[in-house]
């Protein structure tokens, strides 16, 4: 039952996101929290960059209630919108929330631990991604209060109180849930939560889903394509939670995240090849991929910074 419940829902078409401004007015959240399997939540996020109208809300926020205790995954991007995803789980549950667990070191995963702080949740962290979140969460701070401003009210850099190296295996209630470092993907510290007795990988930003990827200076692509032929993808998840996007399956976030980033290599390792210039690699052809939200912002973005990741390689 539930996996036919499941599929029913991963078949459903999802909402193009980039160009509503507000799928849940009646909340500070982007959208309302959806049950895609028993007992396993997420608020999709807009697939546009943050926002006045989205708070910050541009990346799933997800939960999991065990029976003896909610898991929450992702701090969130401040503490008003931190405070509007407790209210969603409040009206799912009367089960606490005992621990929060931040997808990687950005701010729209880490500035709302400071609501969860002031309540004495612990936070759990790759210690990658805390290490990041302690050298850019000033700026982070600075960049919500200028899109989000009131929004923004309370927010303060709040970092983890826990962190972890590979694996961490957590048991509450009739779950076990295990906290994962696959190895390097899009941003120091990705890290995935994974429930092997239901199938679901809630998957953060090793894996997108109906917007283009970023991919950023720094960002190893070759890695990011060999921890997922060899760690990812051998898990075989029934469902997918991406760290962007509406929830779906394997495949789907394969064709859109993996299949992306080999393919863009193999366009820049071309253009290399042929003599080709900075300026130049900024023109590969990535028309395949115009269908996905943010292409318009990153596709030369993306092309220039993987020219300059391969041009030494």
Same mark, same amino acid.
């Given at each position: 039952?539930? $996996?036919?419940?499941?599929? *029913?829902?991963?078949?459903?078409?999802?909402?193009?996101?980039?160009?509503?401004?507000?799928?849940?007015?009646?909340?500070?959240?982007?959208?309302?929290?959806?049950?895609?399997?028993?007992?396993?939540?997420?608020?999709?996020?807009?697939?546009?960059?943050?926002?006045?109208? #989205?708070?910050?809300?541009?990346?799933?926020?997800?939960? %999991?209630?065990?029976?003896?205790?909610?898991?929450? %995954?992702?701090?969130?991007?401040?503490?008003?919108?931190?405070?509007?995803?407790?209210? =969603? %789980?409040?009206?799912?549950?009367?089960?606490?929330?005992?621990?929060?667990?931040?997808?990687?070191?950005?701010?729209?995963?880490?500035?709302? #631990?400071?609501?969860?702080?002031?309540?004495?949740?612990?936070?759990?962290?790759?210690?990658?991604?805390?290490? =990041?979140?302690?050298?850019?969460?000033?700026?982070?701070?600075?960049?919500? $209060?200028?899109?989000? $401003? =009131? #929004?923004?009210?309370?927010?303060? *850099?709040?970092?983890?109180?826990?962190?972890?190296?590979?694996?961490?295996?957590?048991?509450?209630?009739?779950?076990?849930?295990?906290?994962?470092?696959?190895?390097?993907?899009?941003?120091?510290?990705?890290?995935?939560?994974?429930?092997?007795?239901?199938?679901?990988?809630?998957?953060?930003?090793?894996?997108?889903?109906?917007?283009?990827?970023?991919?950023?200076?720094?960002?190893? &692509?070759?890695?990011?394509?060999? &921890?997922?032929?060899?760690?990812?993808?051998?898990?075989?998840? &029934?469902?997918?939670?991406?760290?962007?996007?509406?929830?779906?399956?394997?495949?789907?976030?394969?064709?859109?995240?993996?299949?992306?980033?080999?393919?863009? $290599?193999?366009?820049?390792?071309?253009?290399?090849?042929?003599?080709?210039?900075?300026?130049?690699?900024?023109?590969?052809?990535?028309?395949?991929?115009?269908?996905?939200?943010?292409?318009?912002?990153?596709?030369?973005? #993306?092309?220039?910074?993987?020219?300059?990741?391969?041009?030494?390689?």
């Amino acid at each position: 039952m539930m $996996r036919a419940l499941a599929l *029913i829902l991963l078949a459903t078409p999802a909402l193009g996101s980039e160009d509503i401004p507000d799928q849940y007015p009646a909340s500070l959240l982007y959208a309302k929290p959806v049950e895609v399997i028993p007992h396993v939540f997420t608020a999709t996020g807009a697939t546009a960059p943050p926002t006045y109208e #989205n708070a910050g809300h541009n990346n799933n926020l997800s939960f %999991i209630v065990t029976g003896d205790g909610v898991i929450v %995954i992702n701090g969130s991007a401040s503490f008003l919108l931190a405070r509007a995803l407790h209210e =969603e %789980i409040k009206a799912v549950t009367d089960q606490p929330v005992r621990l929060v667990i931040d997808e990687n070191g950005q701010g729209h995963a880490m500035l709302g #631990n400071s609501y969860w702080a002031a309540l004495g949740v612990p936070v759990l962290a790759h210690e990658e991604a805390a290490a =990041e979140f302690d050298e850019t969460a000033d700026q982070a701070l600075i960049a919500l $209060r200028g899109y989000a $401003r =009131e #929004n923004a009210e309370g927010t303060t *850099i709040a970092p983890p109180t826990e962190t972890f190296t590979d694996t961490k295996t957590i048991t509450m209630g009739e779950v076990t849930v295990q906290v994962l470092h696959l190895g390097p993907a899009h941003s120091p510290g990705d890290t995935q939560v994974w429930i092997p007795q239901w199938g679901m990988m809630i998957a953060g930003d090793i894996a997108f889903h109906e917007r283009m990827p970023p991919i950023f200076e720094g960002t190893c &692509t070759s890695c990011w394509i060999e &921890t997922w032929d060899t760690a990812f993808a051998p898990l075989n998840p &029934t469902y997918v939670i991406p760290g962007h996007g509406h929830p779906t399956n394997l495949a789907q976030v394969t064709r859109h995240t993996r299949d992306y980033v080999a393919d863009l $290599r193999e366009k820049i390792a071309a253009h290399i090849a042929a003599g080709g210039d900075l300026a130049g690699a900024y023109y590969v052809d990535q028309s395949r991929w115009q269908h996905l939200d943010t292409f318009e912002d990153l596709a030369t973005k #993306n092309a220039g910074v993987v020219f300059s990741e391969m041009e030494f390689e």
